[in-house]
């Protein structure tokens, strides 16, 4: 990923979404070229010099304290997971403009206790890395998502590649749209965590090469992490189940997620 591109895009895209209004500025009325706030009031409301806020926005966010980059997150008015995605971007970065190396992980840590403890648990339970492989489940798990195993091409079966490249997604996820923007999101949150991660770069470039739907998602820049919601599913051998999920931390293993459901309604079609 080149990074100060990364963040030049982060950085124009959320720009552009907040008008001088939404910020606090007076109205002025005019033609204005831009839709959201110009560079100059972006670096006025955040303290600092436009010359200084041009730097960063151009992808020079190594050695940004801690304060400007809460100013910025503040005029910008970024949700804490986007704040989270530009203190990834500047932690990454290097003062010459590359992605800061970091330490390769096994593809698949999970070992047997962990597997226990999937298994002891009477709900839905799987374990899932950054780049969305599900890397273990127990029995429930295994039903749940039995489709996306059964199709997978690869050893790991991948919630990207199937909700993208495979067409039987398109029925087993209700609301496909609220799906495709959780899983681009949480992609865009990775690759900020770990730029350096070449498994999670090529999967990118896959899918925006084979999937325009994904390349149009990506483009926008969102971002959002796993923590908890509602998902609407319509599986094939149950019918339709609405289910409330939890995401926790596996804390031993720095960017696992074990991902837990639980009934929130249910009907059989």
Known sequence: MEIEQEI???LMSRRA????????????GGNRRVSGLRREEVAMLSGVSVEYYTRLERGKLSGASDSVLEA?????QLSDDEYAHLRDLARNVTSTGRVRMTRTRKSNPINGSVQQVL?????????QNERLDMLAANRMGCALYSDMIASSPRPVPNFARYAFLDPRSESFYIDTDASHDLIVSSLRAAAGHDPADRELTGLIGTLCACSQDFAQRWAKHNVRRHSRGRQLINHLGVGRLDLEYNDFALLLHRGLHRHLHRRAGFRQL
Not at 72 to 76: D, H, K, T, W
Not at 119 to 127: E, N, Y
């Open 8 to 10: 030049r895009s982060f």
């Open 17 to 28: 979404r907040i008008t001088p209004e939404q910020a606090g500025l007076p109205y002025a």
């Open 72 to 76: 910025i997150a503040r005029v910008l």
């Open 119 to 127: 298994d002891s648990m009477s709900v839905p339970a799987i374990v």
